[in-house]
């Protein structure tokens, strides 16, 4: 079982940055994939960014590209999402999650509560 916590974000110009963190925890927390998808209001929760266990690989949605990153510290067990250029359409709940597998959708195994990030205008 992999239990994930997520913080930071919050209230942001557009414009501006904004940096999450996700802290794993559980036995094999860090030998999964990890990644981070979003939800805005009214609509279908997607895909922004994922990163293999080791951190040799990482994907990106068109949205997220050249604009996020998402390194992750298998030592700290964290996986951050940085955010630069925020939009209004970023504005979101971001959830940190985790799978087995590299996953560029939104069938991940663990789920964190997810945080609310606003990129205003």
């Known amino acids: 079982q992999v239990q994930l916590a997520e913080s930071g974000g919050g209230l942001v110009q557009a414009g501006g940055s904004l940096r999450l963190s996700c802290q794993a925890s559980g036995r094999t927390s860090m030998s999964n994939a990890m990644g981070w998808l979003r939800q805005a209001p009214g609509k279908e929760r997607e895909f922004v960014a994922a990163?293999?266990?080791?951190?040799?690989?990482?994907s990106y949605a068109d949205s997220a590209k050249g604009r996020f990153t998402i390194p992750r510290d298998n030592v700290e067990k964290t996986v951050y999402l940085h955010m630069y250029r925020l939009k209004p359409e970023d504005t979101a709940v971001y959830y940190c999650a985790a799978d087995p597998c590299l996953t560029l959708g939104s069938d991940y195994k663990y789920w964190g509560q997810g945080t609310q990030n606003t990129a205003s205008s």
């Open positions: 990163i293999s266990w080791s951190g040799g690989r990482t």
